[in-house]
């Protein structure tokens, strides 16, 4: 069965760094485009980057776009989420989420169990 | 960027229809995604594309999307039916993902 596990949350000081991983299995992880959705504590779900199938198309939010980078790594069926320079309003879960379709951005059909992110002094 | 504005609660009483709405600029002419989201779970997918029922998700789900409003209706609502709804669409012109705010739903 399709499975994405995040991990590499923990807590952080603004401006530090964090890197973030989604670990696939169950499924051709290289045919399929992932992305990364946040949501901070008893907030809504906000949208943060997508990656295309090959890594070729990347696209973010405006509230992360200069300080995030998305990666994957098709041979380890992971991708990735750099933070760079946060702050603490990116405290959030953090959830990766796949595709439903190969053909098209969104819906998700598989999530994450998500991975906790807290940013402060 | 793209907004989407929902209302932050719907009460309804068991059996009874309830119907969470999706506002944005000319929605109708874009796809949208609706989830669910109990607490401390990660969101499933309720419609696709509009109207599209995933495997597994009740009849009792339903939507519809014109003008400036898509539409989330669950008939004969149950209890395990109380959640969040969020929706959801992807905005085109700008390479972006949005959702909505999200509607809690209570069963009364």
């Known amino acids: 069965q399709v499975q994405l596990v995040e991990s590499g949350g923990g807590v952080v000081q603004p401006g530090r760094s964090l890197r973030l991983s989604c670990a696939a299995s169950?499924?051709?992880?290289?045919?399929?485009?992932l992305h990364w959705v946040r949501q901070a504590p008893g907030k809504g779900l906000e949208w943060v980057t997508v990656?295309?199938?090959?890594?070729?198309?990347?696209y973010y939010a405006d509230s992360v776009k200069g300080r995030f980078t998305v990666s994957r790594d098709n041979s380890k069926n992971t991708m990735y989420l750099q933070m760079n320079s946060l702050r603490p309003e990116d405290t959030a879960i953090y959830y990766c989420?796949?595709?439903?379709?190969?053909?098209?951005?969104?819906?998700?059909?598989?999530w994450g169990q998500g991975t906790l992110v807290t940013v402060s002094s | 960027s793209y907004v989407l504005t929902q209302p932050p609660s719907v009460s309804v009483a068991p059996g009874e229809t309830a119907r969470i709405t999706c506002g944005g600029n000319?929605?109708?002419?874009?796809?949208v995604h609706w989830y669910q989201q109990r607490p401390g779970q990660a969101p499933i997918l309720v419609i696709s594309?509009?109207?599209d029922r995933p495997s597994g998700i009740p009849e009792r789900f339903s939507a519809s999307n014109s003008g400036d409003t898509a539409t989330l209706t669950i008939s004969r609502v149950e209890a395990g039916d109380e959640a969040d709804y969020f929706c959801?669409?992807?905005?085109?012109?700008?390479?972006?993902?949005?959702f909505g705010g999200g509607t809690k739903l209570t069963v009364l």
């Open positions: 959801q669409v992807w905005d085109s012109p700008n390479d972006h993902g949005a």
């Open positions: 989420a796949r595709d439903l379709q190969i053909s098209t951005w969104f819906p998700f059909d598989h």
């Open positions: 990656i295309s199938y090959d890594g070729s198309n990347k």
């Open positions: 594309f509009d109207s």
């Open positions: 000319t929605i109708g002419s874009k796809s």
């Open positions: 169950g499924f051709m992880f290289r045919s399929y485009s």
